[in-house]
C-alpha cells in the first residue's frame, strides 16, 4: 500500500494547526520537506517532549516523506532554546543524508507554517497560497510520528497535550482522543473553584475558548486553564459590536497593527490600520483593506501591538467569514520575492507576549511527558479534520476495540477517518459525535 492510503487509513491529520489531511498534504511533489517544532505559543510544550521523546519516529516519518514528495532536504525546525530537543533529535540525524536541524530564535510566531518556510529557505509562500506552491511540504514534528507509526500498522487514537494555568500539577499527557476537558483538569488538580475556570484550547494567542464539557481532539495541543477574571479571558470575550464600536471611535490610525503584523512583514499587502479605517467608516463596498481579510493568518500580533486595545484580528476572522458566506474568493494573489525590509528587526519575543498577557505565573519550560490511564468515557468529535466530516460507520450497541475504525473519511470530499480511542461499546452517535464506554 502507498504511504497516502496508509496515512488516509490511520486517520492521520495535522496536529499542530487546522487539521489539514496529512494523506492529501503529501500526496505532492516537493524538493524539501520541513519537519515543524517550532512551538511558538507561549506556555505549550507538547511538541518539545515529542522530539526529545520519538526522535526516531520523528526522523523515520520525516524520511517517509521525503521520499513521497521526492524532496532530498528535509529540515526539522526547533527553537534554539529547546535543548533538550536538539540534543535528542541531532543524535539520531546523525549520518543520515539530506536531513538537518533548523534552529529558530525565540519569537512568535515562528511556528507559523509559511514564517518557519521563509525563514529556513527564504521562500515565500505568494499570498493566500499553501507551501507546495514555492515546492515544500511543511508538517508538524507529531504528525511525523504518526505517520511512522502508521506504517506499522497504528492508528491514530491518542495524542500529546500540555495541561498548564491554574492547576497545581501542570504537565504533558499522553491522552486518548476524546478525553473529556474535565477530567484532564481533574488529572491537573485545579488550583482556584471549578466554576472560576475557562478552558483554551491550544495556545493564549491563537487557542479557542472551549466548555468544560468540551473533548479533546487530534489538533489539540494544549489546554490552559485560566480565572474568568484573567485579563485575557476578559479581552478575549469583549461581545465584537463592542469591538465595532471602539475601533470606530478609538483608532488612531498610528498603524502599529500594521508595522507587527506577520503576514505584511512577509511582503503580503495586508494593512489592517487601512481595514479599521474603513470599518470606522462603515463602509457597505468591501475596500481592498477589508478583503485583505483572506490573507490574515489570526496571529494576533497586530492585537499585542495596537495601544488603543484593539482588535483588527477579530475583525479580520468576522470579515472573512462574512465574506465566505456570500461566496467570496481571495481576490489577492501576489507573490512577493523579499520580505519586509525591517522584517529581522521586528520580530516579538515569546517573553513579551507572556509578561503582556500576564502568563509568567504559569510558564513552566520543562514539563513532564505523563502517559495517564484511559478515561472511562471518551466522544470523539466527527469535525476534527479541515474539510467534511467524518462519516460513521457503528451504531449504538456496537462493542469495538481500541484502533478500530470507527467513522470513515467522506466520499469524494477532503476529511479523514476516526478511530475508536479506547476499547469498550458504542453509547451514541449523533452528527457530531460518537461516544464509547470503556470495557469494566
Ligand atoms: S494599532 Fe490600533 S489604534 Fe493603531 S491603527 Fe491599528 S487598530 Fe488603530
Ligand atoms: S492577526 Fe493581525 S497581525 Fe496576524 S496576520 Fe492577521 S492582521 Fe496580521
Redesign the pocket.
Known amino acids: 500500500m502507498s504511504l497516502v492510503e496508509t496515512v488516509k487509513q490511520a486517520g492521520v491529520i495535522g496536529c499542530g494547526g487546522a487539521g489539514f489531511p496529512t494523506h492529501v498534504k503529501i500526496d505532492t511533489k516537493a524538493d524539501v520537506v520541513i519537519a515543524n517544532g517550532a512551538e511558538c505559543e507561549p506556555l505549550l510544550n507538547s511538541d518539545q517532549r515529542v522530539m526529545e521523546h520519538y526522535a526516531d519516529e520523528l526522523v523515520e516519518g520525516l524520511c517517509m516523506i521525503m521520499r513521497q514528495v521526492g524532496a532530498a532536504r528535509g529540515i526539522i525546525g526547533l527553537k534554539k532554546a529547546y535543548h533538550g530537543s536538539i540534543e535528542a533529535v541531532s543524535k539520531r540525524i546523525d549520518g543520515i543524508d539530506g536531513v538537518e536541524i533548523g534552529v529558530l530564535g525565540n519569537f512568535y510566531p515562528s511556528g507559523d507554517e509559511q514564517i518557519l518556510l521563509t525563514e529556513l529557505t527564504g521562500r515565500i509562500v505568494p499570498e493566500g497560497g499553501i507551501p507546495p506552491m514555492v515546492n515544500a511540504v511543511v508538517s508538524n514534528v507529531l504528525t511525523m510520528v504518526q505517520v511512522a507509526r502508521a506504517t506499522k500498522g497504528q492508528n491514530v487514537t491518542h495524542r500529546e497535550v500540555t495541561l498548564v494555568g491554574e492547576v497545581k500539577k501542570p504537565k504533558v499527557v499522553v491522552t486518548a482522543i476524546g478525553t473529556p476537558v474535565r477530567d484532564l483538569l481533574n488529572l491537573a488538580m485545579p488550583a482556584i473553584p471549578i466554576e472560576d475556570i475557562v478552558v483554551i484550547d491550544g495556545g493564549p494567542m491563537m487557542g479557542k475558548i472551549v466548555p468544560l464539557d468540551a473533548t479533546v481532539n487530534k489538533t489539540t495541543s494544549g489546554l490552559i486553564f485560566l480565572s474568568k477574571d484573567h485579563p485575557l479571558i476578559q479581552w478575549w470575550t469583549i461581545p465584537m459590536s463592542a469591538m465595532v464600536r471602539r475601533?470606530a471611535a478609538?483608532?488612531?490610525?498610528?498603524?502599529?497593527?500594521?508595522e507587527a503584523c506577520s503576514r505584511y512583514m512577509q511582503g503580503h499587502d495586508i494593512q489592517?490600520?487601512l481595514m479599521?479605517r474603513s470599518l470606522a467608516y462603515q463602509t457597505d463596498e468591501p475596500t481592498k483593506g477589508m478583503t485583505a481579510a483572506f490573507l490574515c493568518s489570526q496571529c494576533g500580533l497586530?492585537e499585542f501591538?495596537?495601544?488603543?486595545n484593539?482588535s483588527?484580528r477579530r475583525a479580520y476572522a468576522e470579515l472573512a467569514a462574512k465574506f465566505r458566506a456570500g461566496g467570496m474568493k481571495n481576490p489577492h494573489h501576489n507573490a512577493p520575492t523579499k520580505v519586509h525590509e525591517f522584517n529581522q528587526y521586528r520580530k516579538i519575543g515569546k517573553d513579551r507576549l507572556i509578561r503582556r498577557y500576564q502568563l509568567t505565573d504559569y510558564d513552566t519550560h520543562s514539563l513532564t511527558l505523563t502517559p495517564i490511564p484511559d478515561p472511562p468515557l471518551v466522544r470523539l468529535s466527527l469535525t476534527q479534520a479541515f474539510g467534511a466530516p467524518s462519516e460513521p460507520v457503528v451504531n449504538p450497541g456496537d462493542s469495538v476495540e481500541c484502533g478500530q475504525l470507527i467513522a470513515k473519511a467522506p466520499e469524494g470530499k477532503l476529511g479523514a477517518g476516526l478511530h475508536a480511542s479506547i476499547g469498550g461499546r458504542v453509547t451514541a452517535v449523533d452528527s457530531d459525535y460518537i461516544t464509547i464506554e470503556g470495557a469494566r
Open positions: 475601533s478609538a483608532c488612531c490610525q498610528c498603524r502599529d497593527c500594521t489592517p490600520h479599521m497586530c501591538a495596537c495601544p488603543m484593539l483588527p
